[in-house]
């Protein structure tokens, strides 16, 4: 499954979760390594780098993004073979 049709579906799937979240797809030519996608859900918010499977390459600053964002509330990098460990850390997460 190519990255951008797995993206797609996840959108879906956590619209599906939080029917009121917002979901924003960063601009990453302004900030290189932003995770893909920032989820606000009430006053809760969570960030997740979509990728086409585990052993996907990540590119300068991702890692960095991902840790740090994780520290401030959840963020976490996602693919189909973790999809839905993570979608249940978000459920968790994004609780309101």
């Known amino acids: 499954m190519l990255e ?8 879906k799937e956590i619209k599906d979760l939080f029917p009121f979240c917002v979901v924003i797809h ?3 030519t302004v900030t290189q390594g932003l995770p893909d996608l920032l989820i606000l859900n009430g006053t ?6 979509g990728k086409k499977t585990r052993s996907s ?8 993004y991902v840790e740090l964002l ?9 693919f189909p073979e973790n999809k839905e460990k993570i979608l249940n850390e978000l459920q968790q997460a994004l609780r309101t």
Do not use: C, V
């Not at 951008?4 to 959108?11: A, D, G, R, V």
């Not at 809760?44 to 780098?49: I, Y």
């Open 44 to 49: 809760k918010w969570a960030a997740l780098e």
């Open 26 to 28: 960063p601009d990453a």
């Open 70 to 78: 994780g520290k401030m509330s959840y963020a976490a990098f996602i």
């Open 57 to 64: 390459s990540h590119r300068p600053n991702q890692d960095y």
């Open 4 to 11: 951008s049709k797995f993206k797609t579906k996840l959108i």
